[in-house]
Nanobody, 124 residues
């Protein structure tokens, strides 16, 4: 049963910007902490960014700092990841996840709900 749905992925050139979105399907996540992870071919899934339930706290992987911005919509049920200055190494399937995070915000095991992912491809 799909709980989260990502959208907005695509093919862009190096240096371009892209915004991916994640919304609920069938339930609300307005009181959940949420995050973005990504997985490149042949690599493990890695943390990208986190936002708490209220939107008042954010956290980024070093690779995302200064280039990516995570935000929540007004209804708190949708999150966005604005990605600027994209690089070929950002190419991956991007997943959103939701959970009530009481530990390490970058630990994928703490997130209970996941989307099916959206492909982001950055050409050089």
């Amino acid at each position: 049963q799909i709980q989260l749905v990502e959208s907005g992925g695509g093919l862009v050139q190096s240096g371009a910007s892209l915004r991916v979105s994640c919304g609920p399907s069938g339930r609300t996540f307005s009181d959940y902490d949420m995050g973005w992870f990504r997985q490149a071919p042949g690599k493990e899934r890695e943390f990208v960014s986190y936002i708490n339930w209220s939107g008042g706290e954010t956290y980024y992987a070093d690779s995302a700092k200064g280039r990516f911005t995570i935000s929540r919509g007004n209804a708190k049920n949708t999150i966005y990841l604005q990605m600027n200055s994209l690089k070929p190494e950002d190419t991956a399937v991007y997943y959103c996840a939701a959970g009530r995070i009481a530990g390490d915000r970058d630990d994928a095991r703490l997130y209970d709900y996941w989307g099916q992912g959206t492909q982001v491809t950055v050409s050089s």
